[in-house]
């Protein structure tokens, strides 16, 4: 399985950004996808999941209302990011979990297949 990241870059507090991720080697659609984030010095925390049927989405307090993750039948995910603080500054993964889950967990110890990351930095 394979994972692959895009879309990072540099914006102002404010701004947006949309970030992609390709999957391939297995069946898209039987399981669920998720964005991650680590910031310098920091743990590695969920952001947001999104079901295998896309039906079900989750969503980390600290970006709930800004950020919105969505996926297509083209083995494609997105997350849409707007209103950017400088504290969403971080190294984004796509990752999607070694089984099947009903939901999209929130651990991220249930993410077995992970892209390489795409770095976001939000200048105040």
């Known amino acids: 399985v394979q994972l692959q990241a895009s879309g990072g870059g540099l914006v102002q507090a404010g701004g947006s950004l949309r970030l992609s991720c390709v999957v391939s080697g297995r069946t898209f659609t039987m399981y669920g996808m998720a964005w991650l984030r680590q910031a310098p010095g920091k743990d590695r925390e969920f952001v947001a999941g999104i079901s295998w049927s896309g039906a079900d989405t989750i969503y980390a307090d600290s970006v709930k209302g800004r950020f919105t993750i969505s996926r297509d039948n083209a083995k494609k995910v997105y997350l849409q990011m707007n209103s950017l603080k400088p504290e969403d500054t971080a190294v984004y993964y796509c990752?999607?979990?070694?089984?099947?889950?009903?939901?999209?967990?929130?651990?991220?110890?249930?993410?077995?297949?992970w892209g390489q990351g795409t770095l976001v930095t939000v200048s105040s």
């Open positions: 990752a999607t979990p070694g089984r099947y889950f009903a939901n999209p967990p929130s651990d991220p110890n249930d993410y077995t297949y």
